[in-house]
């Protein structure tokens, strides 16, 4: 398992090192820095003495590692429009939007796996079929496309669920606030979770669903039968078991991945996260900030697939964690 930390922690720093050097690399496309900073009142030459000041003329190698050195110590620049660490701003907005991410997922896992795992059991009953239809429209539909007919229908005809906005959030410690505690910030999490939810939830149910049959063809399954196990055992300790070994690799990439998707869900529900964060950043080329979310949603998704690597060997111990048999 040591070996297993040492050689994922490498990869981590090698994978963080690309997103790092791949992030600085678009300031240059992004727009003039000094545009933000000083406005159009600044002369050239009042402009070349910042740029030289702020280090701009030098060598792209010599800002990267300048850049770098200062990353390392937890500073990635200081926000044009904020005026404040980049990194600071960042970590204000990650909280709701981690919110979401965690909405979403519950959402995934209390719905697709009972509906996999009976559409696997009972392929032909009619309920299987209607979620299997209804998997592949999941699938088609956008996932902002999907939350403005959410508002249409719960909004703005019946009027159940408000459409935009946190709602009332609660300290839950330091400056980390949270609507999960109370019935209005659950009610103002309800939409954007099932939007965010509504494009991997059709994928998981699809996976769970065939991954399940074809565990329930092989051989030591037919062995339980013939024991005559019971039903519930067979398809619940298992065939389920071993069917959660993909759907657990898959969703290790899906979670990081909706953290990119809450772009479309926030700004649809004018949600106040990193996502919401990022567009406006773009169109104030706040360059400083633009960086830092790229380099904190890169770290989210080197993290969130360490975690799924661990996860693997409490689901199926016999997985070679240190590149050799446990």
Request: hydrophobic share 55%; charged share 15%.
């Amino acid at each position: 398992m040591l070996a297993f930390l040492i050689r994922r922690l490498f990869q981590a720093m090698v994978v963080m090192f690309v997103i790092s050097l791949l992030s600085f690399s678009i300031q240059d496309n992004l727009g003039d820095p000094l545009r933000e900073l000083v406005g159009q009142s600044v002369s050239e030459e009042q402009r070349q003495v910042l740029r030289d000041e702020l280090g701009l003329n030098d060598p792209f190698i010599t800002q990267y590692l300048r850049f770098a050195g200062k990353a390392l110590q937890g500073d990635l620049g200081t926000s044009y429009f904020f005026k404040e660490p980049a990194l600071q701003v960042i970590l204000k907005k990650l909280p709701a939007t981690l919110e979401l991410v965690f909405g979403a997922t519950l959402i995934i896992i209390f719905f697709s796996v009972p509906i996999g795992v009976y559409a696997a059991i009972k392929p032909e009953s009619w309920f299987s079929k209607c979620a299997m239809g209804l998997s592949i429209v999941g699938i088609s539909i956008p996932v902002f496309l999907t939350a403005i007919l959410a508002i249409y229908l719960f909004s703005v005809e019946l009027a159940w669920l408000p459409s935009f906005g946190r709602g009332v959030t609660e300290h839950v410690f330091g400056s980390w606030e949270t609507g999960f505690l109370n019935a209005d910030g659950l009610l103002h999490l309800l939409l954007p979770c099932v939007s965010l939810a509504s494009i991997m939830l059709p994928l998981f149910v699809r996976l769970i669903r065939a991954e399940m049959m074809e565990i329930l063809q092989s051989e030591y399954v037919k062995y339980a039968w013939a024991k005559g196990l019971s039903p519930m055992r067979i398809w619940f300790v298992h065939a389920l078991k071993n069917t959660m070994l993909p759907v657990i690799t898959v969703g290790g990439v899906q979670i990081g991945t909706m953290v990119a998707y809450t772009i479309l869900t926030e700004t649809v529900f004018q949600w106040p996260g990193m996502g919401f964060l990022f567009l406006e950043a773009v169109n104030r080329v706040d360059t400083p900030l633009i960086v830092a979310y790229l380099i904190v949603v890169g770290a989210i998704f080197v993290i969130t697939n360490t975690v799924v690597d661990l996860i693997y060997g409490l689901v199926n111990p016999t997985v070679k964690l240190a590149g050799r048999a446990s």
